[in-house]
């Protein structure tokens, strides 16, 4: 039974940093694609960042230059480091996974595992 785990999730000010990490388990192979989504209260589901097994990245353009996902196979882990937030970042994050490539536009529907989710806010 695959689990995946999120932590580092907390309030802070504009302007601060949180770092959000996901650990999965059940499982004996690695992910091809790891990513992160958020969802605001109201609002639907939305892709953040999600890296393939070569490393390769993609981000939500609300994001790109303030949030940094990263990795760590050996671990079947993956983290998500925030930056600069604003408080339209605020949301419910969950990390999912999926044994196939990350999708082009970062569909939610392409990820098999998901997290239960950790809250994010940031006040102005």
């Known amino acids: 039974q695959v689990q995946l785990v999120e932590s580092g999730g907390g309030s802070v000010q504009a302007g601060e940093s949180l770092r959000l990490s996901c650990a999965a388990s059940?499982?004996?192979?690695?992910?091809?694609?790891m990513g992160w989504f958020r969802q605001a209260p109201g609002e639907e589901r939305e892709g953040v960042a999600a890296?393939?097994?070569?490393?390769?990245?993609i981000y939500a353009n609300s994001v790109k230059g303030r949030f940094t996902i990263s990795r760590e196979d050996a671990k079947n882990t993956q983290d998500l480091q925030m930056n600069n937030l604003k408080p339209e970042d605020t949301a419910v994050y969950y990390c999912?996974?999926?044994?196939?490539?990350?999708?082009?536009?970062?569909?939610?529907?392409?990820?098999?595992?998901w997290g239960q989710g950790t809250q994010v806010t940031v006040s102005s």
């Open positions: 999912a996974v999926t044994r196939w490539g990350c999708p082009a536009n970062m569909e939610a529907d392409a990820f098999e595992f």
């Open positions: 890296i393939d097994i070569l490393d390769r990245t």
């Open positions: 059940g499982v004996d192979y690695n992910f091809h694609c």
